[in-house]
């Protein structure tokens, strides 16, 4: 029988929650954290040992050792020392376990050691990580035991930020107080903050771990850099949204349970498009909760994967053919006293404060498209985007047709006099309901749509931080709700001003509006006319970080320096072109290891047949063409394998890392591509049985 357990029991059983808080602070000290947590500020060193001794009390029931100061440099993933609770034996020899209020508040890691692009030299490694108090500390437990993971910022000894947290908070108190701005505009008055809040559904794969272990490839890139496709894909569409098989569902409800303890917010899961991939998608939390909590249930997904037997692969692209995978970033922002603000109401077009967010999201957008494309770039997502399974490499802005009939009726005539209703949807069968419809339908070809209440920014990949997409879109709505602000902050008829606004940024930024088909040819043509960017590698998108309207807006807002932009470029560039280098390099170890020794013996075991068939007076002309046909491939396989080492070797003794990262994509992966035919092209034709790794129907469809 299946464990049994009551999730409103487990959930947050493994998180020092604000109610924890409340039970083991004493009351003063409790208000003292809330005030700070809710309104900024620092918590006295005083109220911070009284919260350290707490924290330590109740990590200790629950079995910890050990504290981390938990942190997401820009490795893009996360990064933890552990430190024991112990300190110097009394006089009587007695073992006396602390943790202080310093201790909690900062720490000191090594930094050198850690991607900066430049910000830190080698030899200077001092970096501190700096509590994150807004973001709950919880207990994690593996085979290294019970240990106390404290969120925090990470910086230089200089006060640089080297990680992904450290910009993001940024981002989130400056798009607080700008909009706070905007919706002071229409008298309210009582709200003091404004969040931006979250949800990002997750995509993965799940394959057997013995089939894994045999894949150099996926142990070494994550993904399989060669194979060919299996019989069947996703053409049947019987995967997506299918019954879950049960080895998949166990792994399911052992990673809800994990996830419930750390109190995340597990809601869905489902069979995805393509053959062994799957989703979870949480429920809507403040963006560094949800960007933290991402990192977790990435986390907890490969380590409960093992559990079960399995690998969780997060890659973006682990295989050709068929769909890959990402995560859907859904986006909105909330006052603290319970407005949306980019709920449109029954009647967004007699909204005005809602048009007005909705014009300056269309400003932010259309002006900033190449940072928010840049913002969703990573390696695998170069193999994803606009492949006909995710939104194009064009940015653009999906509103429906309700809205973008308002958007129109604004332009054309400067108001709105009425809105496109739902209406209903008849089923046709008497014991069914009639349904009351959505204005409008979805588009799950926009990169960025408007989804009721939020917008869902659908371009990051499945393996990325989600802390730099939520950064940039932070960041563009701020500046774009203070230049609006400052307009109509001195206007002296603010509804004629307003008016007169929403009408001027809908139409000079109609051109990022799209509620088409973005997979088709015709969008690109189409896009281009309007002088929407398309770019279409990671590699392209990496400058746009320091162009001086990027450099301007981050600094304007305190997010970034120029020093950290440029710090985060090098870093890009960096990260793609040892990305790629590791690639190479193992299909070269495979090709030459592996793969061509076990062509070798087949076209040995062929001619021997060939030869053994002919003495015996029989046909062997199937036989013959078969060697023949074998060896063509092995020939170009050699040959590619051997182009491919050299273009390789020289990409690597390239010195700038632009140059070089340009290299890898430009020279590099077209050699791969030229290695991988061949070697496909072989292992249809190569016996099973001699062929040296599991191909893609052992992988996605023996799980």
């Given at each position: 029988?299946?464990e049994?357990?009551?999730?409103?029991?487990?959930?947050?059983e493994d998180?020092f929650?604000?109610?924890?808080?409340?039970?083991?602070?004493?009351?003063?000290?409790?208000?003292?954290?809330k005030?700070?947590?809710?309104?900024?500020?620092?918590?006295?060193?005083?109220a911070a040992?009284?919260?350290a001794k707490?924290m330590?009390?109740?990590?200790e029931?629950?079995?910890?050792?050990?504290?981390?100061?938990?942190?997401?440099?820009?490795?893009?993933?996360t990064?933890e020392?552990?430190?024991?609770?112990v300190?110097?034996?009394?006089?009587?020899?007695?073992?006396?376990?602390?943790?202080?209020?310093?201790?909690?508040?900062?720490?000191?890691?090594?930094?050198s050691s850690?991607?900066?692009?430049g910000?830190?030299?080698?030899?200077?490694?001092?970096g501190?990580?700096?509590?994150?108090?807004?973001?709950?500390?919880?207990?994690?437990?593996?085979?290294?035991?019970?240990?106390?993971?404290i969120p925090?910022?990470?910086?230089s000894y200089?006060g640089?930020?080297?990680?992904?947290?450290?910009?993001?908070?940024?981002?989130?108190?400056?798009?607080?107080?700008?909009?706070?701005?905007?919706v002071?505009?229409?008298g309210?008055?009582?709200?003091?903050?404004?969040?931006?809040?979250?949800?990002?559904?997750?995509?993965?794969?799940?394959?057997?771990r013995?089939?894994?272990l045999?894949r150099?490839d996926?142990i070494?890139?994550?993904?399989?850099?060669?194979?060919?496709?299996a019989?069947?894909?996703?053409?049947m569409?019987?995967?997506?949204?299918?019954?879950?098989?049960e080895?998949i569902?166990?792994?399911?409800?052992d990673?809800?349970?994990?996830?419930?303890?750390?109190?995340?917010?597990?809601?869905?899961?489902?069979?995805?498009v393509?053959p062994?991939?799957?989703?979870?998608a949480?429920?809507?939390?403040?963006a560094?909760?949800?960007?933290?909590h991402?990192?977790?249930?990435?986390?907890?997904?490969?380590?409960?994967?093992?559990?079960h037997?399995?690998?969780?692969l997060l890659?973006?692209?682990?295989?050709?053919?068929v769909n890959?995978?990402?995560?859907?970033?859904?986006?909105?922002?909330?006052t603290?006293?319970?407005?949306?603000?980019?709920?449109?109401?029954?009647?967004p077009?007699?909204?005005?404060?809602?048009?007005?967010?909705?014009?300056?999201?269309?400003?932010?957008v259309?002006?900033h498209?190449?940072?928010?494309?840049?913002?969703?770039?990573?390696v695998g997502?170069?193999h994803?985007?606009?492949?006909?399974?995710a939104?194009p490499?064009?940015?653009?802005m999906?509103?429906?047709?309700?809205?973008?009939?308002?958007?129109?009726?604004?332009i054309?005539?400067?108001?709105?006099?009425?809105?496109r209703?739902?209406g209903?949807?008849?089923?046709?069968?008497s014991?069914?309901?009639?349904?009351t419809?959505?204005a409008?339908d979805?588009?799950r070809?926009?990169?960025f749509?408007?989804?009721?209440?939020?917008?869902e920014?659908?371009?990051?990949?499945?393996?990325?931080?989600?802390?730099?997409?939520?950064?940039t879109?932070?960041?563009?709505?701020?500046?774009a709700?203070?230049?609006?602000?400052?307009?109509?902050?001195?206007?002296?008829?603010f509804?004629?001003?307003?008016?007169d606004?929403?009408?001027?940024?809908?139409?000079?930024?109609?051109?990022i509006?799209?509620?088409?088909?973005g997979?088709?040819?015709?969008?690109?043509?189409?896009?281009?006319?309007?002088?929407?960017?398309?770019?279409?590698?990671?590699?392209?998108?990496?400058?746009t970080?320091?162009t001086?309207?990027?450099?301007?807006?981050?600094?304007?807002f305190?997010?970034f320096?120029r020093?950290?932009?440029?710090a985060r470029e090098?870093?890009l560039y960096?990260?793609?072109?040892?990305?790629?280098?590791?690639?190479a390099?193992?299909?070269?170890?495979?090709?030459t290891k592996q793969?061509?020794?076990?062509?070798?013996?087949?076209?040995?075991a062929?001619?021997?047949?060939?030869?053994?068939?002919?003495e015996?007076?029989a046909d062997?002309?199937?036989?013959?063409?078969?060697?023949?046909?074998?060896?063509k491939?092995l020939?170009e396989?050699?040959?590619?394998?051997?182009?491919?080492?050299?273009?390789t070797?020289?990409?690597a003794?390239?010195?700038?890392?632009?140059?070089?990262?340009?290299?890898y994509?430009?020279?590099?992966m077209p050699a791969m591509a030229?290695?991988?035919?061949?070697v496909?092209?072989?292992?249809m034709?190569v016996?099973?049985?001699?062929?040296?790794?599991?191909?893609?129907?052992?992988?996605?469809?023996?799980?």
């Amino acid at each position: 029988m299946s464990e049994k357990f009551n999730v409103e029991e487990i959930f947050a059983e493994d998180v020092f929650t604000l109610g924890k808080m409340k039970e083991y602070l004493p009351k003063k000290v409790f208000t003292e954290v809330k005030n700070v947590m809710e309104n900024g500020g620092e918590l006295s060193l005083a109220a911070a040992d009284v919260v350290a001794k707490a924290m330590k009390d109740w990590a200790e029931e629950k079995g910890a050792t050990h504290y981390t100061h938990w942190f997401q440099p820009l490795t893009g993933v996360t990064a933890e020392k552990h430190d024991a609770f112990v300190t110097h034996p009394n006089a009587e020899g007695k073992m006396i376990t602390e943790f202080s209020g310093k201790e909690l508040i900062k720490g000191e890691p090594d930094a050198s050691s850690f991607p900066s692009g430049g910000l830190r030299a080698t030899f200077e490694a001092r970096g501190y990580t700096v509590w994150d108090i807004t973001s709950p500390a919880f207990i994690k437990e593996d085979a290294t035991g019970a240990i106390l993971c404290i969120p925090t910022s990470f910086c230089s000894y200089t006060g640089e930020a080297l990680d992904k947290k450290t910009p993001l908070l940024r981002s989130m108190e400056a798009v607080s107080e700008q909009a706070l701005r905007i919706v002071r505009l229409f008298g309210n008055t009582a709200a003091t903050k404004v969040t931006a809040s979250v949800g990002p559904e997750q995509e993965y794969f799940l394959v057997d771990r013995e089939k894994y272990l045999q894949r150099k490839d996926l142990i070494y890139a994550g993904r399989t850099l060669f194979g060919a496709s299996a019989p069947k894909g996703q053409e049947m569409d019987d995967h997506y949204f299918g019954v879950i098989r049960e080895r998949i569902g166990a792994y399911m409800k052992d990673l809800n349970k994990e996830l419930w303890k750390l109190g995340v917010t597990a809601k869905t899961q489902h069979n995805e498009v393509a053959p062994a991939q799957h989703e979870l998608a949480p429920i809507y939390e403040t963006a560094n909760i949800a960007v933290d909590h991402n990192q977790l249930i990435m986390e907890t997904m490969k380590k409960v994967a093992v559990r079960h037997g399995m690998v969780c692969l997060l890659h973006e692209k682990p295989f050709a053919g068929v769909n890959g995978s990402g995560k859907h970033d859904n986006w909105s922002l909330t006052t603290d006293n319970g407005v949306n603000l980019l709920e449109p109401g029954d009647t967004p077009n007699e909204n005005i404060q809602f048009l007005l967010v909705l014009a300056c999201m269309m400003k932010a957008v259309d002006t900033h498209a190449d940072l928010l494309r840049q913002s969703a770039s990573d390696v695998g997502n170069d193999h994803r985007l606009g492949a006909n399974e995710a939104p194009p490499a064009i940015i653009s802005m999906f509103l429906g047709d309700q809205l973008e009939d308002v958007v129109k009726q604004l332009i054309e005539t400067g108001e709105a006099k009425n809105c496109r209703e739902g209406g209903k949807l008849e089923t046709g069968v008497s014991t069914l309901p009639d349904l009351t419809k959505d204005a409008t339908d979805r588009n799950r070809t926009s990169p960025f749509a408007f989804t009721g209440n939020k917008f869902e920014f659908r371009m990051v990949g499945s393996a990325d931080s989600i802390a730099s997409p939520n950064t940039t879109l932070n960041a563009i709505v701020a500046e774009a709700f203070c230049e609006a602000a400052d307009i109509l902050e001195k206007a002296d008829d603010f509804d004629m001003a307003v008016h007169d606004l929403i009408k001027e940024y809908m139409t000079k930024h109609q051109r990022i509006v799209f509620n088409g088909n973005g997979y088709s040819d015709e969008w690109v043509a189409e896009a281009e006319r309007r002088g929407l960017p398309n770019i279409k590698s990671m590699v392209d998108a990496v400058d746009t970080l320091t162009t001086e309207k990027a450099v301007k807006l981050f600094e304007k807002f305190n997010i970034f320096t120029r020093a950290e932009l440029e710090a985060r470029e090098e870093v890009l560039y960096e990260t793609y072109a040892k990305t790629i280098n590791i690639e190479a390099l193992t299909m070269i170890d495979m090709a030459t290891k592996q793969i061509i020794p076990a062509v070798v013996k087949y076209t040995k075991a062929l001619a021997d047949t060939v030869i053994a068939v002919k003495e015996a007076g029989a046909d062997a002309s199937v036989q013959s063409q078969l060697l023949a046909e074998t060896s063509k491939y092995l020939a170009e396989a050699k040959a590619a394998l051997t182009k491919l080492s050299e273009i390789t070797a020289e990409a690597a003794a390239i010195d700038c890392i632009k140059t070089q990262a340009y290299a890898y994509k430009d020279s590099v992966m077209p050699a791969m591509a030229a290695l991988r035919a061949p070697v496909d092209a072989l292992e249809m034709i190569v016996d099973k049985e001699m062929w040296p790794m599991p191909s893609y129907g052992d992988l996605i469809f023996e799980v």
